[in-house]
């Protein structure tokens, strides 16, 4: 008796210690506990697998999981914890063998239904990846992350209405977040209103002036119907964003447009300074052949090889 309420104490010490951030000491009560309890308790084996795995240590963490099945073979926590490791590793087919029985266990384990959806999508096995997110949707419905991945995945199909709704709900989750709102913007241009992806996507910067790609796609909407107006959206960027080569070279395509050439030429160096590997791609921009063949650019390249 004396040694279950010795255990409780350490236990209880241990979740102040994790509430603290203080992980190493969670780590040694936690630990003591176990102990204790001849290491029999699969919730504190579970918990001191968890802390190896944020402190780096996910051999050590494997070893514990492996322990907790030892113990119980269907601890759906221990799958799990094996695909997370699993899959921060790359080791993806294994990450989703581990998902999978997890939910074969729990089948209302949320948290493993949207990493197996999301293994799913880096594989781009993107239909098992929707199937698996909308599975965690119909359990809950307001996951805003499940509704924005897996309505980015039906956008990049060109399933645009069924992108609409996914984004919508995101949008009603979060109103005021800055990828649902800059999402809106991505299928409200697709349906060609424009009025209405320009309202999302300035809503957008203001709740998160770093995001560059805000900018770039508020300002791909004036490039040509107002290019001096795209240009003031790229500064802007430019100015609040740290070091984006893409911003760069965009605005080189504007001041092209403009017949800005010394200016494009400035801003094209700019980008290559920042992103070296960016000059295939420049070479081969039709827009950009007058800036590319300029006396300044073509030096700033000749010296960049004489230099490697």
């Not at 980015?152 to 996914?166: M, V």
């Not at 800059?182 to 299928?187: A, H």
């Amino acid at each position: 008796m004396k040694e279950d309420v010795l255990i409780q104490k350490y236990i209880e010490r241990a979740y102040k210690a994790l509430e603290d951030d203080k992980l190493v000491k969670a780590l040694d009560l936690f630990s003591r506990a176990n102990e204790l309890s001849n290491e029999e308790d699969v919730d504190i084996i579970i918990e001191i697998a968890l802390i190896y795995d944020s402190l780096g240590k996910s051999e050590t963490a494997k070893e514990y999981y492996n322990k907790a099945l030892r113990i119980d073979e269907n601890e759906e926590r221990a799958y799990y914890g094996l695909a997370v490791i699993y899959d921060e590793d790359e080791l993806y087919d294994e990450a989703i063998r581990l998902y999978k029985k997890a939910i074969y266990i729990s089948p209302n384990y949320h948290k493993a239904y949207f990493f197996l959806a999301n293994v799913y999508d880096i594989c781009g096995e993107e239909e098992l990846a929707i199937i698996t997110y909308e599975k965690l949707l119909s359990l809950n419905p307001m996951d805003f992350w499940a509704n924005t991945n897996v309505g980015s995945i039906y956008e990049a199909l060109g399933k645009n209405d069924l992108a609409y709704k996914r984004f919508s709900k995101a949008l009603e989750i979060k109103p005021n977040n800055y990828l649902a709102l800059f999402n809106m913007g991505v299928i409200a241009f697709k349906f060609n209103m424009i009025n209405k992806a320009i309202g999302f996507y300035n809503r957008s910067i203001k709740m998160n002036p770093i995001y560059a790609y805000s900018y770039l796609n508020l300002a791909v909407i004036y490039k040509y119907k107002d290019t001096e107006k795209g240009i003031e959206v790229l500064t802007k960027g430019i100015e609040n964003c740290e070091e984006v080569h893409f911003l760069y070279y965009n605005r080189s395509c504007f001041y092209t447009l403009i017949g800005e050439n010394h200016k494009a030429c400035n801003d094209l160096i700019e980008a290559l300074n920042i992103y070296p590997d960016f000059l295939k791609y420049i070479l081969e921009d039709e827009e950009l052949e007058e800036i590319t063949n300029m006396n300044c650019f073509k030096e700033f390249v000749e010296n960049e090889i004489n230099d490697k």
